[in-house]
């Protein structure tokens, strides 16, 4: 069985950085593509990031580009999303995700093509 379980998630002020980790247990990790999502109150869950399962490559929501940065390392089965410059409208439950399926591109921004999930950490930015 497949676990994600997230953490690092916090109140900061605006400017601020946060790193959130994604810890997975269950599988060999270095055979999912891991995705960042997240949900603010009364909006739907939207993509953050992905990172390939080398590592190698990466893709962001325009959003956040030159902001946040995902990684892994998949010695500790463990990705992160280091946030910097955070804002206010940052605010929302992170989610990680994992997807094994073999796809001939890492740019997966949709919620549906990720077979497993973590339950979310709250990240709240203050003005």
């Known amino acids: 069985q497949v676990q994600l379980v997230e953490s690092g998630g916090g109140l900061v002020q605006a400017g601020g950085s946060l790193r959130l980790s994604c810890a997975v247990s269950g599988r060999t990790f270095s055979s999912y593509v891991m995705g960042w999502f997240r949900q603010a109150p009364g909006k739907d869950r939207e993509f953050v990031a992905t990172?390939?399962?080398?590592?190698?490559?990466?893709y962001y929501a325009d959003f956040v580009k030159g902001r946040f940065t995902i990684s892994r390392d998949n010695a500790k089965n463990t990705a992160y999303l280091q946030m910097n410059s955070l804002k206010p409208e940052d605010t929302a439950i992170y989610y990680c995700?994992?997807?094994?399926?073999?796809?001939?591109?890492?740019?997966?921004?949709?919620?549906?093509?990720?077979?497993?999930w973590g339950q979310g950490t709250q990240v709240t930015v203050s003005s």
């Open positions: 995700a994992a997807d094994e399926t073999p796809r001939p591109t890492i740019r997966l921004a949709v919620a549906t093509l990720y077979e497993y």
């Open positions: 990172i390939s399962r080398s590592g190698f490559s990466t």
